[in-house]
């Protein structure tokens, strides 16, 4: 029992990946393409590049810039560093969107929060294309992640399998390892049913 109690707290110290992250669904949906995002995000060593821009939905796979959300004023905070998102297309603006407007510019190496944005609050907001599809927005899927000294933005565009975080690796490990310890104790103790086949 003291062997058990003891894995149980080493599972629960395995460090998890940030809670503070944003991470931007784009899938083909039927006939449209639907751009999902949702998290929060540590500002912390990033600088102003502007603010009071008229922010809103669309995607520029030239510049690497993907935003969701409803239009309004936007602050642009540069230091982030990320990967192309896929081939020359020019600005789609969406068909429809709700909630925050936030997004990333690989072009500028910059994050697009609200203009009233305080590091670290949770986010959320959808945009909708109608009519279209992944490459027809100049998207090619994967999984592309851009950085900052203090944060991730995730943009999974296309299927993409989510991974597990390691503290979710700890406990798919640790109930496997209980098991075997449990079917163990049994076999030793002489009580081990085994059922046959007919």
């Known amino acids: ?9 080493a599972v629960a110290a395995v460090p998890t990946s940030a809670e503070a992250a944003i991470t931007i669904n784009i899938d083909q949906i039927g006939t449209s ?11 912390t060593g990033l600088t ?6 008229q922010g809103g939905s669309f995607i520029n796979a030239a510049a690497g810039v993907v935003s969701v959300g409803t239009a309004a004023p936007i602050k642009i905070l540069t230091g982030l560093s990320g990967p192309i998102l896929g081939y020359l297309q020019g600005p789609i603006f969406a068909s429809s969107a709700a909630g925050d407007t936030f997004g990333v510019s690989q072009n500028l190496g910059a994050i697009y929060l609200p203009v009233s944005y305080q590091s670290n609050a949770a986010l959320s907001g959808t945009s909708t294309y ?17 950085r900052s000294s203090g944060d991730t933005v995730t943009l999974n565009i296309g299927a993409i399998s989510a991974v597990p975080e390691p503290a979710t690796w700890a406990m798919m490990l640790f109930g ?3 098991v075997g310890f449990a079917m163990r104790r049994r076999i030793k103790g ?9």
């Not at 029992?1 to 707290?9: G, V």
């Not at 393409?33 to 500002?43: K, L, P, Y």
């Not at 109608?130 to 851009?146: E, K, V």
């Open 48 to 53: 102003t590049f502007s603010t009071g821009n």
């Open 130 to 146: 109608l009519n279209t599809s992944l490459s027809a927005l100049g998207l090619r899927a994967g999984q592309y992640i851009f």
């Open 33 to 43: 393409v639907v751009a999902t995002g949702s998290g929060s995000f540590n500002t």
């Open 176 to 178: 496997m390892g209980a």
């Open 1 to 9: 029992m003291k062997r058990i109690l003891a894995a149980i707290f």
């Open 190 to 198: 002489g009580t081990m049913t085994v059922a046959r086949m007919a």
